[in-house]
């Protein structure tokens, strides 16, 4: 078990055996600590140069035999600290670096339910409102009850404010009713419902920050994405509230 932390913290295998050879040995010669790590002689007086190096093994001479012996242990924690000094000094600088290729979209693709799953999570984090498209009489049909409710319950609880538009069906028209806690702030979630004759949505999409979410509402192609680019974000934004106009004055009617 040491042996594998020790390897986190940097060490090779055979370095971390011989660095508890010579831990558990004290002050002793390369014969002694090659038998207790049990590697060879020659490899063993190569890594405890390495270890040397490193600033964890110290060596002394004593009636002309080489001896080596283990520095405090302390040390790995101070070489530990030191390295995330030096990271957080050129954090800085390397985010700068990556600024100047912010314009480039990231995309995170998502594969199976525990997928669909992991990109609904992600629209909890949303900081603004969230819009796009739905087809609330399919969703429950492609994800649990129980999880939509507790999703529903979350983001309502984090009072995240969502406009979406669904074809209309009984199933559909009941959503809010199934699925929303019963006390909710009706202000929080609005729904305009659409000819599914005419606009028969197969994927949601989720408008929200700099994202915009696809999901696949066919158990056939569980699979969705995650497009992170603002610019995208605030034309599919756009063209949503170009929707939204027109589907209210549907309503209005």
Known sequence: MLISD???????????????AVLELGGTYVSAIAKKAKVNRVGCYHTLGNLVKKGLVSSFSKNKVRYFAVESPQILVNQMEDKLARAKMILPELLSLTSTMAYKPKIQY??????????????LDAKGEIVGYTNLEELPKIIPEDYLRDFAKRKIGKSIRTRMLSPLTPTALD?????????????????????????????????YDNFVSLISLSKEE????????????????????????GATSFVAR
């Open 6 to 20: 020790l390897e986190e913290l940097g060490l090779t295998p055979e370095e971390s055996q011989v660095y508890l």
């Open 110 to 123: 998502y594969e199976g339910l525990q997928g669909i799953k992991n990109l609904l999570e992600d629209t």
């Open 175 to 207: 959503y809010l009713k199934r699925f929303y806690p019963s006390d909710y702030d009706l202000s929080l979630t609005e729904i305009l419902f659409i000819n599914p004759d005419e606009y028969p949505f197969e994927y949601e999409i989720s408008i």
């Open 222 to 245: 569980l699979v969705g994405l995650i497009m992170e680019s603002p610019l995208y974000a605030k034309t599919q934004h756009s063209i949503f509230n170009l929707a939204w106009l």
